[in-house]
């Protein structure tokens, strides 16, 4: 389904809705995950749901493969303040990957691979296509996109467990009022 006919949907029901179930369900965005914050925002602003249920939720977009990106499992909330907060932890991250337990294993691997690339370059096996010269500045860009992508992963992770420990917090009850 896409966004914007479910948006329709949450519209024309606000007024009767108490439970909300998104099971194993996929949403269609036109670009990223951003364009499915209106749906979880008026989930959150402008319905008064008594339980949200989201397990097997991703929003898949034009450039995303056939299942999409997920974004909750297993995610049963009760009443206005578990719902809010929960929700409120799901925006702030972008929905991306804090669900996800293959998102993390990727991006390590994806990390360990670009080191190994760069660890083995070898001037012996470029010298016939560029100088000495330009294979050392070469691998030096090459090393500065693998300290960049080490330490956008580092920062995910640091990000995914900020995420992980709120959420742990609203779904143990704890949330500001």
Known sequence: MSVS?????????????????????VFWAMWDFTDFFPVLRY??????????????????WKHCDGTGEPVAKGRF???????????????????YGWDDDDS??????????AESRVRGMVYSEHEHSMSHEAFLEWKAEQQRHLDSDIMYYEEWKANKAKVKEAMDRVEAGEFST
């Open 5 to 25: 006919e479910f948006s329709w949907i949450l519209e024309a029901f606000a007024g009767t809705l108490q439970v909300v179930e998104l099971v194993d369900a």
């Open 43 to 60: 989930l959150r602003d402008n319905l008064h749901l008594h339980s949200l249920i989201l397990d097997g939720l991703r929003v898949g």
């Open 77 to 95: 909330w009760t009443g206005d303040q578990q719902i809010r907060a929960g929700l409120d932890v799901l925006l702030e991250f972008d929905g």
């Open 104 to 113: 993390e294993v990727w991006r390590e691997e994806h990390v360990r691979r």
